[in-house]
C-alpha cells in the first residue's frame, strides 16, 4: 500500500523568508509525487508533480519541491514566502495498482502555512 | 489549462431528500473520475472512483446505495447523496484525471443536511 506523511500539522513562517513544508512518502515502485494547495471552501490547486528526471522540481507560484529518493522525501519549498501563501498544502502519491490506467491518489493529512508579516 | 467544473458549489437540504453533486470536465475528456469527502480540518478521503460507461469502485466502508455515482460520458460525473442526513454533512471534492498523471480538481461543494 501507498502512504504519505506529513509530520507537521502547521508551519508558520514570516513573509520573506523561506519556507519549507515537509512530505515523506511509501511506495513500492517508483513514485508519482504531488503538492497541492487548497484554499477554504476551495477545491485542491496543483503545484507541481514529480514523475522522473531531475530532483528539483518547479512549479507554480514560485515553488520547488525537492525529490530525494534515499531519504523518501518530497518537501516543498519556496525562497521568500508571501501572506497570500498561507492555505492548506497536500502531499499527494500516485498508487501503483493498475499502472497503464488512470489510478488514484492517496493524500498526506495536510499542512497549514501560516505566513505573517 | 484543464478545468473541472463542479456544481453547486453549496447546498442545504432537509434530512431524507436527496442530492446531485455535477462534476463537468470543460476542456478535456476525463475516462476516471474521483470522488472524495472532506471533513473540516482533515485530509481527502476518496469515496470512488467511477469510470466512463462502468460501475464505479467504491472505497471500504462507502455505501454504494447512499452515494451513487453515474458517469454516462467522457465529461460528467454525478454524485447523488440518497436519504441525506446530517452525517453526510461535508465538503465533497471531485477530480478528473488527463491520463497523463495529471488531475485536476473541482472547486467542491459544502454539503449541509438539516
Known amino acids: 500500500a501507498q502512504s504519505v506523511a506529513q509530520p507537521e500539522d502547521q508551519v508558520n513562517v514570516a513573509e520573506g523568508n523561506p519556507l519549507t513544508v515537509k512530505c515523506t512518502y511509501s511506495?513500492?515502485?517508483?513514485?508519482?509525487l504531488f503538492w497541492y494547495v487548497q484554499y477554504p471552501n476551495r477545491g485542491l490547486q496543483f503545484l507541481l508533480k514529480y514523475i522522473t528526471g531531475d530532483n528539483l522540481v518547479k512549479g507554480s507560484y514560485g515553488f520547488e519541491a525537492e525529490f530525494n529518493k534515499s531519504q523518501t522525501s518530497f518537501h516543498l519549498k519556496k525562497p521568500s514566502a508571501l501572506v497570500s501563501d498561507s492555505a492548506l498544502y497536500f502531499c499527494a502519491v500516485r498508487d501503483m495498482e493498475g499502472a497503464g490506467t488512470a489510478s488514484k491518489l492517496t493524500f498526506g493529512t495536510g499542512t497549514r502555512l501560516q505566513v505573517t508579516l | 489549462g484543464a478545468v473541472v467544473s463542479q456544481h453547486p458549489s453549496r447546498v442545504i437540504c432537509k434530512s431524507g431528500t436527496s442530492v446531485k453533486i455535477e462534476c463537468r470536465s470543460l476542456?478535456?475528456?476525463?475516462?476516471?473520475m474521483f470522488w472524495y469527502r472532506q471533513f473540516p480540518k482533515q485530509s481527502l478521503m476518496l469515496m470512488a472512483t467511477s469510470n466512463e460507461g462502468s460501475k464505479a469502485t467504491y472505497e471500504q466502508g462507502v455505501e454504494k446505495d447512499k452515494f451513487l455515482i453515474n458517469h454516462a460520458s467522457l465529461t460528467l460525473s454525478t454524485l447523488t447523496v440518497t436519504s441525506a442526513h446530517p452525517e453526510d454533512s461535508s465538503f465533497y471534492i471531485c477530480?478528473?484525471?488527463?491520463?497523463?498523471?495529471?488531475?485536476?480538481f473541482g472547486s467542491g461543494t459544502r454539503l449541509t443536511v438539516v
Open positions: 477530480s478528473a484525471s488527463q491520463g497523463d498523471y495529471g488531475y485536476t
Open positions: 511506495v513500492s515502485g517508483n513514485p508519482y
Open positions: 476542456d478535456f475528456q476525463a475516462t476516471t
